[in-house]
């Protein structure tokens, strides 16, 4: 498959541990692949590490994931047909983006194919019950209110055509972005495909607070009402 015309988008912030063999092994899955670190100005060596990777390293200007994608987005030139998202913990397989992208060359309207951390046989060990139970929380709420039937709307493994994002210029500032996401293909008239991933310990400091669940929650009530 030639991947030439996809897009790895990677928000990044302080994750020299994570930045290393997530970029290596999507080396190895992608051939040559086009590698856009936002760095968030890590403290750390992240953005160091990512140059000497081969990764392009763009400067972020503002805070947060969503605001690091709505300047990514901008470089989502006419050559790239697929961009494809993924947390820089090493938490996501990239082994997956074959099938996922796969997905989208069969179906033309299918938007986005995201990774489903939350498949039937999932190893209840790798999430901390907090964070399992207020992903599952947000989940039942994301579909009550939105109607957008995702059983892991906040996966940080994406395939997204590069047509759903042109144009687009995300509210969220933060972790709320994903749901944003998930309502930018529906309202371009695209279904979204889940497809169930392993999903493994992150490496480096966890990020997500409870209050980034709060934050999660109003954009859920606000996209149900826009």
């Known amino acids: 498959m030639d991947y030439s015309h996809v897009l790895v988008l990677i928000a990044a912030l302080n994750e020299e541990e994570g930045i290393g063999p997530t970029l290596s092994e999507l080396k190895k899955t992608l051939d040559k692949p086009d590698l856009l670190v936002i760095d968030g100005n890590s403290t750390d060596k992240t953005a160091e590490i990512a140059r000497l990777m081969g990764a392009r390293v763009l400067v972020q200007k503002g805070k ?17 047909k697929y961009v494809v998202f993924i947390d820089a913990d090493y938490t996501y397989p990239a082994g997956y983006l074959h099938d996922m992208i796969r997905v989208l060359e069969k179906n033309p ?8 951390r939350f498949k039937d ?25 939105n109607g957008v039937e995702l059983n892991d709307p906040l996966t940080g493994l994406r395939v997204v055509r590069s047509e759903v994002l042109r144009g687009w210029k995300p509210r969220s500032k933060g972790f709320d972005v994903e749901v944003e996401l998930n309502h930018q293909v529906e309202r371009k008239g695209f279904g979204i495909v889940e497809m169930p991933i392993d999903y493994r310990p992150r490496l480096g400091e966890k990020k997500l607070r409870i209050e980034h669940g709060l934050t999660i929650l109003k954009r859920i009530v606000t996209e149900s009402l826009s």
């Open 109 to 116: 309207r299918v938007g986005m194919v995201c990774g489903n």
């Open 121 to 145: 046989d999932v190893n209840l060990g790798r999430f901390h019950d907090l964070f399992y139970f207020g992903n599952r929380l947000l989940a039942f709420t994301h579909n009550f209110f």
């Open 64 to 80: 947060g994931k969503g605001d690091a994608i709505g300047q990514a987005i901008r470089h989502v030139n006419d050559g790239v």
